[in-house]
């Protein structure tokens, strides 16, 4: 309880920290702010020709640029903030040997500051979305729901490898095999009946696959809302949240001392 | 209460070498080994803090004093929670504001302005309190010009400046600060003090943790002094570091055996073995009269031939205040190679006029950079210089009359210089008459 009362005392700092990490991040860069933009449409381009012209992958009713971008949506949030929050503790070393604040705030600025790109791409999702004409209607409103999943997945991962990574800078090298391995494991840039029917209840347990197939289909209206598997997914997020606070508040006393 | 600190029995070791994985194989092995289970090279506990008790009440401005590794930067970090205690208890009422560093956080690539506003959100600022305190800040810190520059533009002391500019105005009940006076230039660590002075009268709780002794005298009116993780003494400012000076001091007078000095540090290539002081004729003296010639000799021994050393040592009263440094290097000299075996070094000293105290020499060697310390010994000999009729005026001076004179003499309108006056104990001090 008293640590919650302090992470309030001290809301405005994951703010601050958000905000430097954005100030900071395209700073000395040609294009700047651009390439939040840039990094999701290269990407999108680069699947649809491989996975849409060369490979034929089908996505049925929607068309397959708009059916990978809306997948790499959450996903690059994901992975994007998982790439930053897993070292700002230890980018943060003389913060943490020489200032007391609650650490959390740390992994939680990059949370923070990952949904301004979120923000941005989802701009360019609206404008890919007029262009093919795609139908929307009373679904969007399960948005929120899909991004509070997201959000908490993230914070919680976040969390366990920032605080893992002060103590095994391992983490640094293992986690851009993880998160490669994570989204080819992860029905984005191919549709889930790529998948073979029986293994399919195993990925319930990827709380992403639920994110990414929420999204979809409060986007678009040809595609169903599955309600069982946004509740799983939002469960094991939360599920994954609440480990990673009670890990993080466990290994948070010897920052200082390992670090 | 609001602003007083209690501490019970406060210890915190750390554990160095032995069999503590460090990566996640090391880690991961360990488990599956169950090394855990079995009895391995036993890992060394070192404590850091054993056994600390002490209570300050609101509003008191106490001192924290003691040697390099005595702890003291351990208390530091307990009391304002960057780390905790392996057993025992703090109890603090309040807001800390810990100025450990000054600056923490600073982003290079931010402006000035920008850094304020992060820098208090670090130290627990709100937006609204910045905004605030932001002319005052600004003001505080000198650097208004600069304001919208990226702050890996200023120099290293325009960042200081920003730095205490922004914790200075923090308001907390409870201050801690260490070592944030030892960077900076005079007029800027002047300021500094003249801000802490301040805060007496702002009834805020403070912990001043500084080697500068004077400093720690000006402001605190109680010190506490932490040897070897231990408290080894509290109370009243004067007294504490009275009894510290005499600690590194040593006690004992003109005997300066060095063979196993606490306080030292260095490779080792070079040693000092002890240091004498000498009449110019050469008779080893105990004591010196102020104004007499004096030969300092320092005795080493060259473990390996060293090539271009330097030599020296810095003169510091017994509360702790520089007196002088001096060294082969200062004087621009070149040693070629010292060679292996024992030798000695003379200072030579026309005129030591010095007021009578005790003095205290930390001695050292190191290569011609400064880079490469071959001995380092924290103020392991004294020197002691006892009254004489410095002034041939038949009066006797000491310590509370300062630290040095000069020769001198007094002359009022342009008339005849009064009376004999340093006339002769001057000409007695040239070197080479003219």
Redesign the interface.
Known sequence: MECIAELW??R??SY?FAW?DI??RY??AAFGAAWAVIQPLLNMIIFSLLFGRVARINSGDIPYPLFVFSGLLPWTYISGVLGFASLSLVS?E????????PRALLPMGSVLAGLLDFLISSVLLIGLMLYYHVRTGWALLFIPVVMLAMVLLTTGVSMITSA?CVK????RY?LPFFIQVWMFATPIVYPVTVIPARLRPLLVLNPCWGIVDSLRASLFQEMPIDFRLMGASLAVSLTVFLIGAFYFRKAE??F??VI | MSGSITVENLSKS?RIGGARAT???E?LMDAITFARFRDQTPEETIWALRDVSFAIEPGEIVGIIGRNGAGKSTLL?LL?????PTSGEVKVGGR?A?M??VG??F?P??TGL?NI??NG????M??REVDRKLDAIIEFSGVEKFIDTPIKRYSSGMRLRLGFAVAAHLDSDILVVDEVLAVGDAAFQKKCLATMGDLRSHARTVLFVSHNLAAVENLCRRCIWIDGGQVRMDGATHDVIKAYMDFMVGGALADVDLENPENRRGNGKIQFRSVSFLSPDGVAQRVIRAGDPVVIRLHYEAREPVSHPSLGFRMYTDMGTLVTETSTWHHGINIPLLELGEGYLDLEIDCLNLMPAKYALSLWATDDSGAVVYDSVECGVTLEVEMANIYQSGKEFDSRCGIVFFPQRWNLSGTQPFGRNLQRDASECEPLPR
């Open positions: 005392r001290f405005e700092l601050f430097r100030k900071v700073r000395q943060n003389p913060l943490l040997t020489k200032v007391y604040f893992l095994y800078r391992d983490v293992a006393k010897n200082a001392d | 750390y990566t996640l194989r880690s970090k304002s929670k960057i780390t905790y800390v810990a450990l560093e923490t956080g982003h690539e931010l920008e506003y992060l959100s670090i130290l627990g709100s937006k």
